[in-house]
């Protein structure tokens, strides 16, 4: 699914083969929650971060609302029966009906069903403390749960059957041990597609799918649109980053393996603490991930997301990616990498306002599409 990316770390789990179908923002903040789970049972004394006096901390609802938007455009412009096309010329049927999947819509709330994974990291930290069990569910545990259904409503049942055995929160037996429905499935669009088969590798389909995501033809419209609805600049920012490539051509996003970010940190984590000095090894592994990230590091660790999107120990996560510790061990910070994807002037930084604007937006777009 195009999104996940969101291991050792937090929210791997296995599902790496989902990523691509699913929202970008869903792989900058699963990659941050990650790191983020690591960082957090490190001891300190002080979990403040610098934040860029250009983008404003969005609250769960807003960026919700956000996503709403950037959902509507992809399903509506047909970006998402694109992807659904290519994962099926791939042989690849879990990731085209994951990219069919993200347009049902639960007409209760306006939220799109691609939008899960977010909602249930905007519960991880509460659930982690409330369900500690998987053979029991307490009241707490129920709670959170239903809170979840609540808002994915009919889209629950896709994604817990998705995470069947995840042990996360939308693990479809903790569902099922707490009594909590998933309810019918939503109605999902329609795709009719005929296609001439080919293999590819779920890497190859992932390269695939993000090439044609990140596109300025056909993701540009949703910058465009994010760009412009009050308060949803620092997500049109996230999108842009998300589909950074380092120097090789290769998209940050799919770097998925963390073992030399989960050693940085756990080698470091002293040295962020005590906020002076930098041993050999925490220099090593600084230059280790460096070698293996390079510009991507700011991309998924120092970027927009870590500081627009409410993200449990992302503070502390940020720590570790900021030039001054990297100059503090005197090992040079990677630049930002570039994006297929162009940022447009972003309006202002103010408060979600979506009345007349997107349709505006979007109705442009369309007809710009059939000229």
């Not at 979990?47 to 006096?53: E, F, K, L």
């Not at 807003?62 to 694109?82: K, S, Y």
């Not at 460096?290 to 996560?317: D, H, K, W, Y």
Request: proline share 2%; glycine share 6%.
């Amino acid at each position: 699914m195009q999104f996940v990316v969101l291991s050792s770390l937090l929210f791997m789990l296995g599902i790496a083969h989902a990523e691509i179908a699913m929202s970008p923002t869903d792989t900058a903040i699963s990659t941050i929650n990650k790191a983020a789970q690591l960082a957090s049972t490190m001891t300190t004394t002080d979990t403040r971060a610098r934040r860029s006096v250009n983008l404003r901390q969005l609250s769960n609802e807003e960026f919700n609302q956000c996503q709403t938007i950037a959902n509507r455009v992809v399903c509506e412009t047909g970006l998402q029966e694109d992807l659904y096309t290519l994962a099926l010329e791939c042989q690849q049927q879990d990731t085209a009906t994951a990219a069919q999947f993200i347009c049902g819509i639960n007409n209760e709330n306006g939220l799109y069903c691609g939008q899960g994974l977010e909602i249930s990291q905007q519960f991880e930290e509460e659930t982690s403390s409330n369900c500690r069990s998987f053979s029991s569910c307490s009241s707490s545990c129920q709670n959170s749960i239903t809170r979840i259904r609540d808002q994915l409503g009919c889209c629950s049942s896709h994604w817990t059957n998705l995470f069947a055995g995840s042990r996360k929160n939308l693990d479809g037996a903790l569902w099922s041990v707490c009594g909590v429905s998933t309810g019918e499935l939503c109605p999902i669009p329609t795709y009719n597609s005929t296609v001439t088969s080919r293999f590819c590798t779920l890497a190859e389909t992932n390269r695939i799918l993000f090439s044609r995501r990140c596109m300025q033809s056909t993701s540009g419209i949703t910058v465009e649109t994010l760009a412009n609805t009050t308060g949803c600049g620092g997500v049109a920012k996230i999108h842009v980053e998300t589909c950074s490539v380092n120097s090789n051509g290769d998209f940050c996003s799919l770097k998925t393996d963390q073992r030399t970010v989960t050693n940085m940190i756990e080698i470091c984590a002293q040295n962020v603490v005590s906020g002076t000095g930098c041993s050999f090894a925490c220099r090593s592994s600084m230059i280790a991930l460096r070698n293996e990230f390079g510009c991507c590091i700011n991309s998924l660790f120092n970027g927009t997301t870590i500081r627009v999107v409410q993200i449990p120990g992302a503070n502390q996560v940020l720590r570790f990616f900021t030039n001054s510790f990297w100059s503090r061990c005197n090992v040079s910070p990677p630049g930002m990498c570039e994006s297929p994807l162009l940022l447009p002037e972003i309006r202002d930084n103010g408060g979600v306002k979506t009345s007349g604007v997107i349709s505006i937006v979007l109705i442009v777009a369309l007809a710009a599409l059939f000229l």
